[in-house]
């Protein structure tokens, strides 16, 4: 069992940027970042897995970074220029399982195993 705690999020102009981090408490072969805005489904914003393969949605790319510190167990998610459409509970996932590292950033969150708490992220016009 693998526990992630988030942290970081908070409120912004458009424009800005933020640092989330997710703090494991075990091993994981494949991590990732989704969000969940009021009133739709959650979905994949960035992943990383335990080849340093990383992927971004669309709506992200080139704004969001996601790296990982493998000695630390941490996954940051460093977001700039955000837009009010960023606006979101963003969560921590990940999954121990080999098949994960195939996984594209579009996949549904049943494809991983562990999840954290989620963390608000509000940016305004």
């Known amino acids: 069992q693998v526990q992630l705690v988030e942290s970081g999020g908070g409120s912004v102009q458009a424009g800005g940027s933020l640092r989330l981090s997710c703090a494991a408490s075990?091993?994981?072969?494949?991590m990732a970042w989704f969000r969940q805005a009021p009133g739709k489904e959650r979905e994949g914003v960035a992943r990383?897995?335990?080849?340093?393969?990383?992927s971004y949605a669309d709506s992200v790319n080139g704004r969001f970074t996601i790296s990982q510190d493998n000695a630390k167990n941490t996954l940051s998610l460093q977001m700039n220029s955000l837009q009010p459409e960023d606006t979101a509970v963003y969560y921590c996932?990940?999954?121990?399982?080999?098949?994960?590292?195939?996984?594209?950033?579009?996949?549904?969150?049943?494809?991983?195993?562990?999840w954290g708490q989620g963390t608000q992220v509000t940016v305004s016009s």
């Open positions: 996932a990940a999954d121990q399982r080999l098949s994960c590292r195939y996984l594209s950033v579009y996949e549904p969150p049943l494809k991983y195993t562990y």
């Open positions: 075990g091993w994981t072969r494949c």
């Open positions: 990383i897995n335990d080849w340093s393969i990383t």
